[in-house]
C-alpha cells in the first residue's frame, strides 16, 4: 500500500515538476507523466540517455560532472540544466538527484526532481536588464549633458556667423553643413535617451508621423544593420521606396518606437547571413498602416500562433519573449491592430494599422531659416547665467545685435547677487552649473520686489515638468543645441505688445 501512495505521488506531482530515475550508464528508466506538459514527450520518449536532450548552453558542461559523481555515490548539490521542448524550444531545469544504493552500498540508480525554473530565469534576465538599461540611462543623460553643451556652442557660433556672411555664398554653403552635423549630433542624443528611457511619455498622446518615427528607429539601429553587420561581413539593403506619406495618428511616440524597434529586432535575427528589409507606409481609408518585411527563415504557422504570447521565443535563452507581446499590447492601448504573417524559408511580414486622426494638423518638422525671426522689443535687459564662458559669448553678442542689454555671467553665486543689486527684465539661466545651480537662482527670484521672466537653457535631456520644477515659475525652457530664432520666439511672445 505504501508503494501505491508513493506511485500516485509522484505522478500527481505538480505540472512544474516531473520525477525520473536513470541507471549507472545515465540512461533513463523511469519518467513520470508530468515530464508531458514541461517537455512535450511522453514518459516513454524520454527513456533514453540524459545527453540526448540537453542544449549546447554552456550551463550544461558542469551536468555530466555531477552525474558522474551521482553515480559514484556522492549526493550533488541543485545543478541546473537546459534542455529542447519537443517543439524545438528550450527549457531550463533545476535539478536534485540522489544516487540509490543497494546493501552493499554499491550505486545501483540514480534518482532525481527536475522543476521548470525557465519563467524564473527568464524574470531574472529581465530584472538584470532593466537594471543594466537604467544604469545605462543615468549615463547617458550625464553624457547627453555634455555633448549638448558642446553642440550648442559649435551651433551658436555657426549661426551667428551664418548671419555675419550672408551674402558670400562660400562661407553660408560651409557654416550650413556645420549646423547640419549640429543638429544630427543633438538627434543621435536624444535617440539614446529615448532609447533609454523607461518610463512612459507623462504628457500623453501626441500626433505622431508614423513615417517619421520609423526612419528615426531606423537610425537608430544604424550601427547593427550597417556598421557592426558590414564589420562582420553581413550586408543589409533597407528598401525605403514605399515610405508615403500618411495621415497622422494619435499615440505615445515613444511606445510605438518600441514597437519597431522590436519588429525591427526580430527582422534582423531572421536574416543572420545579410538579406533585405521593405518599408511601406499606406492608407485605408480612416486606417494608416506600416509593414516591415524581411526576407529571413520565417517561422512555421504553430509559432505564428504563439508569436504574441508572453514568454514565448525562437531565441531563448537569450530573448524573454516579451517583445512582440509588448508590442501587441501597445498597439492595442492605441486602438490598433498587428499582424504577422510568415513563411518558413521566405521570410515575415508584420503590419501595424492605427487609427488616423481626423482633420490632421499639418507637423512642423521642416526646418525654418535659423536666424529668421528678429526680436521685436529693444533695450530689454537681460541677465545670462551660463558655467561656459563660450556659451555666455554666443548669447552675449546675439542678443546685443538685437538691440537688447546684456550682462551675462559664468556662476549662479555671482548671478543672485547681480540680481539683488540691479533690475533686469529677462533671466535666461543654464540648469546645471557647479556651486549654485540654476534652480537655486531661479527660486532666489521669489526674494526681490520685481521678478523678472524666466528662460531656463539647458543641454540636460531629461524632460522639465515634475511639480518641484513647475514650482520653479520657469516661462519658457530651451533645450540646447538650439536655433537662436527659438529664443527669439520666447521673448517675442513674452513682451509683446500686442
Not at 508513493?6 to 519518467?31: A, K, M, P, V, W
Not at 540526448?52 to 550544461?60: A, G
Request: net charge neutral; charged share 25%.
Amino acid at each position: 500500500m505504501s508503494e501505491e501512495k508513493y506511485q500516485r505521488l509522484i505522478e500527481n506531482l505538480r505540472d512544474n515538476y516531473f520525477f525520473y530515475s536513470h541507471n549507472t550508464e545515465g540512461i533513463f528508466t523511469y519518467i513520470s507523466s508530468s515530464i508531458t506538459s514541461i517537455l512535450g514527450y511522453s514518459p516513454q520518449e524520454f527513456l533514453t540517455h540524459y545527453s540526448e536532450y540537453m542544449t549546447d548552453n554552456p550551463i550544461n558542461n558542469e551536468v555530466v560532472l555531477h552525474t558522474e559523481l551521482s553515480i559514484k555515490g556522492i549526493k550533488q548539490p541543485p545543478y541546473e540544466v537546459e534542455v529542447f521542448h519537443k517543439d524545438g524550444s528550450r527549457r531550463i531545469l533545476r535539478v536534485q538527484e540522489i544516487p540509490v544504493l543497494d546493501k552493499k552500498n554499491r550505486v545501483t540508480a540514480v534518482e532525481g526532481i527536475a522543476e521548470n525554473i525557465t519563467h524564473i530565469k527568464q524574470m531574472q534576465e529581465m530584472i538584470l536588464e532593466s537594471e543594466k538599461l537604467k544604469a545605462l540611462g543615468v549615463i547617458t543623460s550625464g553624457i547627453s549633458h555634455e555633448f549638448n553643451n558642446i553642440l550648442a556652442i559649435i551651433k551658436g557660433f555657426s549661426l551667428l556667423l551664418l548671419e555675419k556672411y550672408k551674402d558670400h555664398r562660400e562661407v553660408n554653403d560651409k557654416l550650413n553643413i556645420i549646423i547640419k552635423s549640429a543638429n544630427d549630433g543633438a538627434r543621435i542624443v536624444g535617440r539614446m535617451q529615448e532609447f533609454t528611457r523607461r518610463e512612459p511619455d507623462r504628457e500623453g498622446y501626441a500626433p505622431v508621423d508614423m513615417r517619421v518615427l520609423l526612419r528615426q528607429v531606423i537610425g537608430v539601429l544604424k550601427p547593427r544593420w550597417k556598421n557592426i553587420a558590414q564589420a562582420k561581413g553581413i550586408t543589409y539593403h533597407l528598401n525605403k521606396k514605399g515610405l508615403k506619406k500618411v495621415p497622422l495618428v494619435y499615440g505615445n511616440s515613444t511606445e510605438l518606437q518600441e514597437v519597431l524597434l522590436n519588429i525591427l529586432n526580430n527582422s534582423l535575427d531572421a536574416m543572420p547571413q545579410s538579406g533585405d528589409l521593405t518599408f511601406r507606409t499606406w492608407s485605408e481609408e480612416a486606417t494608416v498602416c506600416l509593414s516591415i518585411s524581411d526576407c529571413g527563415t520565417g517561422m512555421a504557422k504553430e509559432i505564428q500562433k504563439k508569436i504574441f504570447d508572453p514568454f514565448f521565443s525562437t531565441k531563448m535563452p537569450k530573448g524573454t519573449g516579451l517583445g512582440m507581446s509588448v508590442s501587441y499590447g501597445i498597439i492595442q492601448r492605441h486602438e490598433g491592430n498587428i499582424e504577422v504573417e510568415s513563411e518558413v524559408g521566405k521570410g515575415t511580414k508584420v503590419t501595424i494599422r492605427l487609427p488616423a486622426i481626423k482633420n490632421t494638423l499639418k507637423l512642423d518638422i521642416d526646418p525654418k531659416s535659423e536666424l529668421e525671426h528678429e526680436i521685436e522689443p529693444k533695450n530689454l535687459r537681460i541677465l545670462v547665467v551660463d558655467d561656459d564662458q563660450l556659451m555666455c559669448n554666443i548669447l552675449n553678442e546675439f542678443l546685443s545685435q538685437a538691440g537688447q542689454n546684456v550682462t551675462s555671467v559664468c556662476r549662479g553665486k555671482e548671478a543672485i547677487i547681480r540680481l539683488q543689486n540691479e533690475s533686469f527684465d529677462l533671466l535666461l539661466c543654464d540648469l546645471v552649473m557647479p556651486d549654485v545651480g540654476g534652480r537655486e537662482v531661479i527660486k532666489a527670484l521669489d526674494t526681490l520686489d520685481k521678478r523678472p521672466k524666466v528662460g531656463l537653457i539647458t543641454g540636460w535631456s531629461e524632460k522639465i515638468g515634475t511639480p518641484q520644477e513647475k514650482e520653479l515659475k520657469i516661462d519658457f525652457f530651451v533645450k540646447k543645441p538650439f536655433d537662436l530664432s527659438v529664443l527669439s520666439k520666447h521673448i517675442n511672445r513674452l513682451f509683446s505688445t500686442s
